[in-house]
């Protein structure tokens, strides 16, 4: 399953709200995560089966979606928010990352 | 709280092997999923390797052939074994945890010395 991430990069303030795309080459079952990546850090994991949020992310991330369209929403960035986002589906071999968007500062 | 540290990476010719290590603390490595992700310089996440509790692994293409995903329970350690290693190679390894990779480590850098 190829996974297709819109946009690129999206330029935005602090406050802003983010709406990020993931599209699969095939519909996928429930298993699609989203991670953040920060400079330098490893990847963290923010939303696991489309919309559930992990231990600790903040209520200003969720997701949603089904079959091949999905989607992150950030709804109001804070400075720590800028980073680069990549969505990931377990749900078909081989496993696969989307390329990845970039959320930077306006 | 777990851990995950990787260990192992370095300067390798093509054709070479490295064997990298993750030691595992705050969970059993044999009682988790555990998978091996790969990040080449400026680039995003490709998965590589997987293994299941019941000792089933799996690969990327890429690596199949090459690589070979194992784990020590006693040490509580997952390895990966890197073989006939090419340019494309060359990455910052991750180890995570679980089919949601909710935990990971900081990675091990592999880069070809050509």
């Known amino acids: 399953i190829f996974l297709t991430q819109s946009p690129a990069t999206l330029s935005l303030s602090p406050g802003q709200r983010a709406t990020l795309s993931c599209r699969a080459s095939?519909?996928?079952?429930?298993?699609l995560a989203w991670f953040q990546q920060r400079p330098g850090q490893a990847p963290r994991l923010l939303i696991y089966d489309i919309s559930k949020r992990a231990p600790g992310i903040p209520a200003r991330f969720s997701g949603s979606g089904s079959g091949t369209d999905f989607t992150l929403t950030i709804s109001s960035l804070e400075p720590e928010d800028f980073a680069v986002y990549y969505c990931?589906?377990?749900?078909?071999?081989?496993?696969?990352f989307g390329p990845g968007t970039k959320v930077d500062i306006k | 709280e777990v851990q995950l540290v990787e260990s192992g990476g370095g300067l390798v010719q093509p054709g070479g092997s490295l064997r990298l290590s993750c030691a595992v603390s705050g969970v059993a490595v044999g009682g988790n999923y555990m998978s091996w992700v790969r990040q080449a310089p400026g680039k995003g996440l490709e998965w590589v390797s997987n293994?299941?509790?019941?000792?089933?692994?799996f690969y990327a293409d890429s690596v199949k052939g090459r690589f070979t995903i194992s784990r020590d329970n006693s040490k509580n350690t997952l390895y990966l074994q890197m073989n006939s290693l090419r340019v494309d190679d060359t990455a910052l390894y991750y180890c995570?945890?679980?089919?949601?990779?909710?935990?990971w480590g900081q990675g091990t850098l592999v880069t070809d010395s050509s």
């Open positions: 990931h589906q377990h749900d078909n071999w081989p496993l696969t």
């Open positions: 293994i299941y509790t019941g000792g089933s692994a």
């Open positions: 095939q519909s996928v079952s429930s298993y």
């Open positions: 995570a945890r679980g089919p949601n990779c909710d935990s």
